[in-house]
């Protein structure tokens, strides 16, 4: 049996209709071009006579696609097969896409038909689109409910037809992993002849297997996938490519079987897909999710710092990412902190690391989410404690029909001062304060504040430029509450001062 599995992406066909995510027929062509970048060997493009949209998106992207096969959907019925051929016109590779429902429910409850009925339909189906390409693929709907004897009979008497593809579809997620996998494998000992033909799987994900059901059909026979970028797709979702490529390429010394996917394209292939279809990845989805290469732990930091595969089965790189993200949280240790410090371009004593890492986990108790301008602020605050003239103390009062007021105390050369005032705002008031401390003429020419995140935790920054004696003096400062950063601005000037004066 050949090594090699056939990567069908129907991001454009079944993916496309999740609620909400339609696309034109230009961002089609786009996600297209990028699918033949990213290497897929089988992209079904639309289901032609289902709109004008769809049918002209299918004609447009078989005139853009060099090298693919394109492929497009059908019902078992001769008008659809008509208008799908018509479609793919154009297409250097085309295939017709044709099938019926089998199972129980498709042949009693939906198709109001018999057994016999609907395998004679198979056929004709297969027969008539067989006049118009030579590459005919045959999905038996719902297969992943139907009987296995009677599957077996449908897809032999279509392989006989001339289907080159049978895809064996569990379009209901309702398979497991075992019982899709013995499906395939009952398939190629029992169907005569099934070696003629490419058996396919397209699993959907109601119960969360559809990538271990498409693995497990793999594993027992199946060298097509059918799948769709970030796993999008009706209800739960359809498997995902970047799953199975990544498993296949993760696990080929024991698989043995590969694809031909640039797994390089993956991350900006996923990243393409959901911009344009508005459909954000979640953080947690395995390969593409931002945390997919995310440490927050300080025991996996240090063992991925140490060697990345202590806790990475795959390269970042491999899936176009840079590098694995150490993500800086309370749970963090002093390794993950010194780390983030050297890359940014902080050389620090093991004592001043020591400091940092204390002030960095009051902050991360506070702060959801750690970025580097607030690192860049704490190794800023171990250089701050080294000041002489140091906030010790503040409180403000400030509300609605109040008058704002502050109470500051200032350690100076390790001597305590206190002060009170009250200003137009709390910033004011606590600024006036510190010019009765430290009893300076001085005036404030600049004074601009900065969020340095989102959100009703941020860190804010602040910048102030005050005048003494004829000059410039620049000051920086940062807190979760803008009062304090604002003092601390105002103090590292004053710190700047020359001490003589």
Known sequence: MSD???????????????????????????????????????????????????????????????????????????????????????????????GIGTSYYHIYKKLNSNPEAIIERAVEAVKYAKKYVEDVEFYAEDAGRTDNEYLAKVVEAVIKAGATVVNIPDTTGYCLPQEFGEKIKYLHENVSGIHKAIISTHCHN??????????????????????????????????????????????????????????????????????????????????????????????????????????????????????????????????????????????????KLDEIYEEFLKLADKKKDIRDDDIALLAGDARRKEHRIKLDFLQVLTGKNIVPAAIVRLDIAGEKFDATSTGNGPVDAAIKAVKQIIRRQVSIEEFLVQAITRGSDDIGKVHMQIQYNDSIYNGFGAHTDIVTASVEAFLDAVNKFPVSQ
Request: overall charge positive; proline content about 3%; hydrophobic content about 40%.
């Open 206 to 351: 109601d119960l969360g297997m559809a990538t271990a059901n498409t693995v497990s059909g793999i594993i027992n026979g199946a060298r097509q996938a059918e799948v769709t970028i970030n796993g999008i797709g009706e209800r739960a979702g359809n498997t995902s490519l970047e799953e199975v490529v990544m498993i296949m390429k993760s696990r080929y010394k024991v698989l043995g079987i590969k694809t031909g996917i640039n797994t390089k394209n993956i991350y900006r292939t996923s990243r393409l897909v959901s911009t344009l279809m508005n459909m954000p990845v979640q953080p947690n989805k395995a390969i593409v999710g931002r945390n997919a290469f995310a440490h927050s732990s300080g025991i996996h930091q240090d063992g991925v710092l140490k060697h990345r595969e202590n806790y990475e089965i795959m390269d970042p790189v491999d899936v176009g990412i840079n590098e694995s993200v150490i993500l800086l949280t309370a749970r963090s240790g002093r390794a993950a902190l010194k780390h983030r410090l050297e890359i940014m371009g902080y050389k620090l004593s093991k004592e």
């Open 4 to 98: 090699k599995l056939y990567i069908f992406d129907t991001t454009l066909r079944d993916g496309e209709q999740v609620p909400g995510c339609q696309l034109n027929t230009v961002e089609k062509i786009e996600v297209a071009k990028a699918l033949q970048e990213l290497g897929v060997d089988i992209i079904e493009a639309g289901f032609p006579i289902s709109s004008p949209g769809d049918f002209e998106s299918v004609v447009e992207i078989s005139k853009a696609v060099t090298w693919p096969t394109i492929c497009a959907l059908t019902r078992a019925v001769q008008k659809d097969i008509d208008v799908a051929a018509e479609s793919l016109k154009y297409a250097k590779k085309g295939r017709i896409h044709t």
